[in-house]
T-cell receptor, first 114, second 110 residues
Framework: EAQVTQNPRYLITVTGKKLTVTCSQN?????MSWYRQDPGLGLRQIYY???????DKGDVPEGYKVSRKEKRNFPLILESPSPNQTSLYFC?????????????FGPGTRLTVL | GQQLNQSPQSMFIQEGEDVSMNCTSS?????WLWYKQDPGEGPVLLIA?????ELTSNGRLTAQFGITRKDSFLNISASIPSDVGIYFC??????????FGKGTRLHILP
């Protein structure tokens, strides 16, 4: 089954404790992206990757890192999480950058930073 | 920067009613996308529009690409309980970035 998976689905952590949210897709997609969703603010792009070893900042990259060492995986790293990073996070992928309209979204990761 | 303004922010309707929502921008878009997010799930693409004036349907959903290219509309006819969720408009800001509106939350009253 074609899908985007994220782990964990739920995470409660404390300020400053490094964490990684994994994202994996099995569709051989080139383009992958991370979004955060906050009440009243909609979806905002954090980082995106157009292919292996190619990443770029979205609208709200501060406090986040990503890597794209393999085509299928695009982990989101919070080196020192803070309470303002409490949010619902979505990973998405599409076949190629020019087919962004065909993005598949993962199920989401709800992160709480205390 | 570019923003997409969705209206209304939320709607409370009776089952069977028709629904209309819209999305506007101060900038021109070449593509308009409409997504739906079910509770506890990620967004799913409903309709994509590529040409000014285009009217596209997907079952009971109909979306239109505004003539000015600065707006788009989504209509749902004869709403049913599974229509509940958040509807987002989106558009490409530049080649490789998409921006999303803040969403319209649809509630259906029993």
């Amino acid at each position: 089954e074609a899908q985007v998976t994220q782990n964990p689905r739920y995470l409660i952590t404390v300020t400053g404790k490094k964490l990684t949210v994994t994202c994996s897709q099995n569709m051989n997609h080139e383009y992958m992206s991370w979004y955060r969703q906050d009440p009243g603010l909609g979806l905002r792009q954090i980082y995106y990757s157009m292919n292996v070893e190619v990443t770029d900042k979205g609208d709200v990259p501060e406090g986040y890192k990503v890597s794209r060492k393999e085509k299928r995986n695009f982990p989101l790293i919070l080196e020192s999480p803070s309470p303002n990073q409490t949010s619902l996070y979505f990973c998405a992928s599409s076949l190629s950058p020019d087919r962004y309209n065909e993005q598949f979204f993962g199920p989401g990761t709800r992160l709480t930073v205390l | 920067g570019q923003q997409l303004n969705q209206s209304p922010q939320s709607m409370f309707i009776q089952e069977g009613e028709d629904v209309s929502m819209n999305c506007t921008s101060s900038s021109i878009f070449n593509t308009w996308l409409w997504y739906k997010q079910d509770p506890g799930e990620g967004p799913v693409l409903l309709i994509a529009l590529y040409k000014a004036g285009e009217l596209t349907s997907n079952g009971r959903l109909t979306a239109q690409f505004g003539i000015t290219r600065k707006d788009s509309f989504l209509n749902i006819s004869a709403s049913i309980p599974s229509d509940v969720g958040i509807y987002f408009c989106a558009g490409p800001r530049v080649y490789d970035k998409i921006i999303f509106g803040k969403g319209t939350r649809l509630h259906i009253l029993p």
